[in-house]
């Protein structure tokens, strides 16, 4: 439906996104639990590492009119949580706690939450926690459908979530993800 054609750049020989073409769905009820017999976690509900780049230029607005270029969104504030390694998966929970409370914000007042899956009890969790509907939460799949390009998930996340405000005439998001070792962040924006 071309909704990522506004945040993918075309390389030469790739012009598209493999990893969503990839999967075999009738394979997931043979997987096997990736942590512990009897788990839920598997490779069908994980993240894929997958290929990819993304660049986002900041400033201040006064630069921005300096140079006359148009901003796309604004940074309202951020915030980071740490806490034992083995429930990273619930540590994004916090920092956007964190952040909502550090802006004012009630949670039902964000249009769209962009959450990493390393796994998709990520978000899962996220949701149950924050009280956020599945329709306000990686509305055009999470990385266990488009992969977890390492090194730029962060800037992936955002640029998807500044796309999805975009297209769906929405303002207020936050993107937030685990960032290892029981560590996560999170960032609030505003479409301007």
Not at 133 to 147: Q, Y
């Amino acid at each position: 439906e071309g909704r990522f054609a506004d945040e993918i750049v075309p390389v030469a020989g790739v012009a598209r996104d493999e990893q969503p073409t990839r999967a075999k769905p009738e394979k997931i009820p043979t997987l096997k639990p990736a942590f512990r017999d009897g788990g839920t976690v598997t490779a069908a509900n994980s993240s894929s590492i997958s290929d990819g780049a993304a660049a986002l230029v900041l400033m201040r607005l006064s630069e921005a009119e300096k140079r006359g270029l148009a901003p796309l969104a604004k940074i309202c504030g951020h915030a980071s949580h740490a806490q034992e390694p083995a429930w990273f998966t619930t540590a994004p929970i916090y920092a956007m706690r964190k952040l909502t409370d550090r802006l004012g914000w009630d949670p039902s007042s964000v249009d769209l939450y962009e959450i990493n899956e390393a796994f998709a009890v990520v978000a899962m969790a996220a949701m149950r926690e924050l009280d956020l509907p599945a329709d306000k939460v990686n509305v055009h799949g999470g990385a266990c459908a488009l992969g977890h390009p390492i090194g730029c998930s962060g800037a992936r996340i955002l640029v998807t979530l500044l796309s999805a405000l975009r297209q769906r005439g929405e303002k207020r998001g936050i993107a937030s993800l685990c960032i290892g070792g029981g560590e996560a962040t999170a960032m609030a924006v505003e479409l301007i």
